[in-house]
């Protein structure tokens, strides 16, 4: 590769401009521009004859990109919501994306760097070639236009299933690496923390990942989760290459299954960790009202009486208020809303105030005792252990779809001794309501996708979807629900209603 460490020149020069435009499928009718974009500010810096380079034409091909992705994702793929176009908009206009592109039409070789820049490997760095490629599509733009430009993008770009499938390998490289292992029966992969570097404040995590006895690649990063990300990705791309041909994901019949869990009220009732909560905040409101520091027996099965009609955090203060109110359960079912905005006028409180609040109660309750706040959760009876058998076995496809917080929800499982990839936990942080999350998930591939949850409200909100006709609706009793939620979920054709028992067994085998 010594050539790259200098510019070319002369005939060679003009050969490499001739070849880019041969592998474009395009010539320039004014070769200023591509002269242009061919120059980056580095050599324009050491030569003072050269007036121009290319990072104006970059600002233009950046939009020009843009607007041509944006129109063609949006053709191609009616069914896509905007979260995943934009994603998918990202995997085709990114660094490494553009960067490519460059590689493949050889601009790389035509690029004209100054001397520093070239001999520190400028002409390979993913930041000066996605910039190159943007230039030179500003500048082909600017040549001829919107038409030309758009066939030209066209022509580089994967197949749009390729670009799902890429999407995956960015957004959850452990969950594809995952899947290539199943599909091509190869084992599971497992990580291994092979060493911890650097001071406290600058630790550098470094991950193996195994798969059956074999130690295919390692992956650096400041958190031990990043490093296994890395591996992971490296991983998966050796293993396709290894494979190539024989591992067509999406390509196979509908084996893959995934179960789509909620988490509170299916798999961990936290019912009683949400009442000590909202009794400790409540209590620095109104101390008169809460002179105990933590609520009795008694108090906490009020509070598990009423969580049905808890929709968010926050509002478990506001309950807890009402019950100390002793006010009947029919208020909690008819006018919860009503008492919500008397309370919050009374005492002048927001809705921010509150959220904050609750936060700042578990945050602190956390910091002072965490052993004693996971405590207070419980798994359901026989759960853990279901899930366990399964997870070990292998093949089965789990995610936990939640509006908890991700970082919680991974401390109460490991805290059950399960150990839960934590990339397949999808929380509060994701932002993406649960009927988005399952959609998200259907067309990464083929599969048979359950879902489990306990608020008929969600389950309903999948059931009226038309993207969502295939999911298989459980619902689960033994959660928040209330006696009149259960008969509704009988009644319903397209849901079906497990006892806890049922849901135990079904879940340790399931594949
Ligand atoms: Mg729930």
Known sequence: ?????????????????????????????????????????????????????????????????????????FETDKNAQEGLLTRMRSCLANEEATANYSRSLELDKALLLGKGECLGGGRERDSILGDLFEAFLGALYLDSGLQEATEFILKLLPPIEEVKKKLILTENPKGALLEICQGLKIGRPEFQ?????????????????????????????TSE????????????????????????????????????????????????????SAWKAARTIWPSLFHRRLPTQKNIDAFRAVRPYLETGYQAILMTKMLQEKLPISEFELHLNEHFQRIMTEHSLTQQQLIELFGATRDNWIAEDQQNWLDWHTLYPGVAEALKANLSKGGTHFIIATTKQERFVSAILKNAGIDFPEDDIFGLER????????????????????????????????????????????????????????????????????????FTDWLATVS
């Open 431 to 502: 932002k993406r309501k649960k009927p988005v999350l399952l959609a998200e998930q259907l067309r990464l591939k083929p599969m048979a996708l359950y879902f489990i949850e306990d608020r008929l409200k969600t389950l309903f909100s999948v059931e009226s979807d038309p993207e969502l006709e295939s999911v298989k609706l459980i619902y689960a009793p033994w959660g928040y629900g209330t006696a009149n939620d259960a008969i509704i979920a009988q009644d319903d054709p397209h849901i079906k209603t497990m006892t806890l028992q049922e």
């Open 1 to 73: 590769m010594k050539s790259s460490n200098v510019n070319l020149a002369g005939d060679e020069l003009l050969e490499a401009r001739k070849k880019i435009q041969e592998n474009a499928g395009y010539h320039f009718k004014n070769t200023q521009l591509l002269d242009e974009a061919l120059i980056h500010s580095s050599y324009k810096a050491e030569n003072e004859n050269v007036h121009v380079d290319n990072q104006r034409l970059e600002f233009f091909g950046d939009a020009v990109l843009q607007l041509v992705l944006s129109t063609f994702l």
């Open 225 to 276: 989760k990043q490093a296994e990300r890395q591996a992971a990705a490296a991983a998966y791309r050796i293993i396709q290459k290894e494979h190539n041909g024989t591992y067509h994901p999406g390509k196979a019949a509908v084996t893959n299954t995934v179960v789509a869990l909620d988490f509170d009220g299916v798999i961990c009732d936290s019912a009683s960790e949400t009442a000590v």
């Open 193 to 221: 923390l092979v060493s911890t570097t650097g001071p406290d404040h600058a630790r550098v995590f470094e991950v193996c990942v195994i798969v059956g006895k074999r130690d295919y690649a390692h992956g650096k990063g």
